[in-house]
């Protein structure tokens, strides 16, 4: 590692070892090289050349991780501290290659807020950063001086897009009392001004002209405020979906901003429905950087604290743990990852990018129909595809990224029960691990009561106790709602996969039973989409930044 202290000299020096070696690297490396030049530039004291080089990356590379950060500190040295905190964020979840910790960027982006006014933000982040080993006992000190506070409460729950809190539901039927799932609107930005606040306010209780007054304030500003043309650009796409033109306005937006994998991912979506373009074709997975855990969170997620996690408890304590002769399996049905098949080449490659927990797969190769999947209850958990899986299309990756998404523990039991004993399972958890005197054991049948009895002899302590912590919850122990978790899960986990929003969709219509108008690339399918509340959700998630750093990047 490159150490100058105060030694003007050793870093010039260092900046012409740095030039050299540009041309050997590869252009995964460019961003490293990017940050580490810049660094030595401004230990030189050439501060001009320093700017200049990150200008020319980000116009050439766009926001890449290593530079975003260097671009954060200098903003935040310079005082521009809610700039910087809008850098930091973006770096949660980035790989930033050993420079900096993922809890010290949380743990910077919280004084950011603190010295930009964001008391209650910065708290959130100080909360956030005492979750790592790394920032826990400075976040704590921190949190501890603050007014009111003695402890650390757990961070809030992770993700981009939750769902609706459920309505109450009568516990033996779930028909009509959940609402369906659906993504929040885009966080604004913060105003300058009392005429902003005026605009942001308005924008916020659904003002699309509000919106676009507020662009044409900021819009002067160029690089310095195109952050926040993209946030209020988000924000008019998801009041009016399926507009193309405000989807153009939001590409633009992103363009400005250097959000170019952002920018092409939404292009994607607009080309899809425009049948005058040619299609955009997603990078190849085998070109998308691994981000295992990052992907897992944002396809499958959030988990923690709904019936799915108590389920996935259930699933791993065994409890119908069943073998290979149970589904007419043997050893060599099994797909390897990375041989010369098709299936075993994409399993490898999306097992690289999402942390399935080491889910295997199996495949009924004598059977040459329609494509199916199911899920096997083994140890590890397992994905079972029967069909044709000659070519690497589209829609053998949707169907593959459905099929190992289905069998990871949260869903397992879903897939692979009836929907009756889907329903016991539920029951029994609701009325062995619930509120006491809730009248759930009242209702509970004798199958339910002996399968909460299974369960408290086969899980641990701890999962014991979340498994009340969960319970304790009414408003999650739903059958319905456990399946739409599930159904959300596998569609995003089959855009993630097949990277085409057509060929996902095709297949969500199919999977949901509606009828669209055909062609479906066309402006009016994709306003009929936006009013099926699965399509909704996951066109909102095609559209969101998360999954373009995801899936966009391509080495």
Not at 27 to 50: C, F, I, M, N, Q
Not at 171 to 176: I, N, T
Not at 432 to 441: C, E, I, K, N, Q
Request: hydrophobic share 45%.
């Amino acid at each position: 590692m490159f150490r100058w202290g105060d030694d003007p000299d050793c870093a010039s020096t260092d900046v012409q070892l740095l030039q050299l070696l540009r041309p050997e690297l590869d252009r995964p490396d460019h961003d490293l090289h990017t940050y580490l030049l810049v660094e030595a530039l401004d230990a030189s004291g050439d501060k001009s050349s320093a700017v200049a080089a990150l200008q020319n990356h980000w116009e050439l590379s766009g926001a890449t991780p290593l530079v975003t950060l260097a671009v954060g500190d200098r903003l935040f040295r310079r005082g521009a501290y809610r700039q910087a905190l809008r850098m930091y964020r973006r770096l949660f979840e980035a790989e930033l290659r050993g420079i900096r910790s993922h809890g010290q960027v949380v743990l910077d982006a919280a004084t950011a807020a603190a010295r930009s006014g964001q008391q209650e933000l910065a708290e959130q982040l100080l909360e956030r950063a005492a979750q790592h080993a790394d920032t826990h006992e400075r976040a704590s000190e921190r949190l501890a001086a603050l007014p009111g506070r003695t402890t650390v409460r757990p961070p809030p729950l992770a993700g981009g897009h939750t769902t609706d809190d459920p309505a109450p539901a009568d516990r033996r039927s779930d028909a009509g009392a959940l609402p369906p799932l659906r993504a929040p609107l885009p966080s604004l930005p913060q105003s300058q001004s009392a005429d902003e606040e005026r605009l942001l306010d308005a924008l916020r209780a659904g003002s699309f002209e509000a919106g676009e007054a507020l662009v044409e304030r900021l819009s002067p500003h160029g690089i310095e405020r195109s952050g926040e043309i993209l946030q209020v650009r988000r924000h008019q796409a998801a009041l009016r979906a399926g507009d193309l033109e405000v989807l153009a306005n939001l590409r633009r937006a992103a363009q400005d901003d250097h959000a170019l994998s952002y920018a092409r991912a939404v292009d994607h979506v607009i080309a899809a429905f425009d049948a005058d373009r040619t299609p955009i074709s997603p990078p190849a997975l085998a070109d998308v950087p691994a981000q295992p855990h990052a992907n897992a969170r944002l396809l499958l997620g959030p988990i923690e604290g709904t019936i799915n996690e108590a389920l996935a408890i259930v699933c791993r304590a065994g409890l119908f743990r069943r073998d290979l002769t149970s589904y007419n399996l043997t050893g060599t049905d099994r797909v390897p990852a990375g041989n010369a098949t098709v299936a075993s080449q994409l399993y490898a490659q999306l097992t690289r990018l999402i942390d399935l927990g080491g889910v295997r797969l199996f495949r009924r190769s004598r059977q040459r129909d329609r494509f199916t999947f199911g899920v096997a209850l083994l140890s590890p958990l397992a994905a079972i595809i029967s069909g044709r899986a000659f070519a690497n299309t589209p829609a053998l990756r949707y169907h593959l990224g459905c099929a190992l998404c289905a069998a990871t523990a949260p869903f397992a039991l879903l897939e692979a029960l009836d929907e009756r004993d889907a329903r016991d399972v539920v029951a029994a958890l609701r009325s062995g691990f619930g509120r006491v005197g809730d009248g759930s054991v009242a209702q509970a049948s004798a199958k339910q009561i002996r399968l909460a009895e299974d369960m408290w002899h086969l899980v641990s302590a701890s999962d014991d106790r979340r498994l009340r912590e969960i319970a304790n919850d009414p408003d999650q122990m739903h059958y319905t709602l456990a399946q739409r978790h599930a159904a959300r899960a596998r569609y995003r986990a089959g855009l993630f996969a097949a990277g085409d929003i057509i060929t996902a969709m095709t297949l969500l219509v199919e999977d949901v039973g509606v009828d669209i108008p055909r062609p479906l690339r066309s402006p009016v399918a994709l306003h009929r989409l936006t009013e099926i509340p699965e399509a909704a959700d996951l066109l909102s998630f095609a559209l969101s930044p998360e999954y373009a750093q995801a899936r966009w990047l391509s080495t």
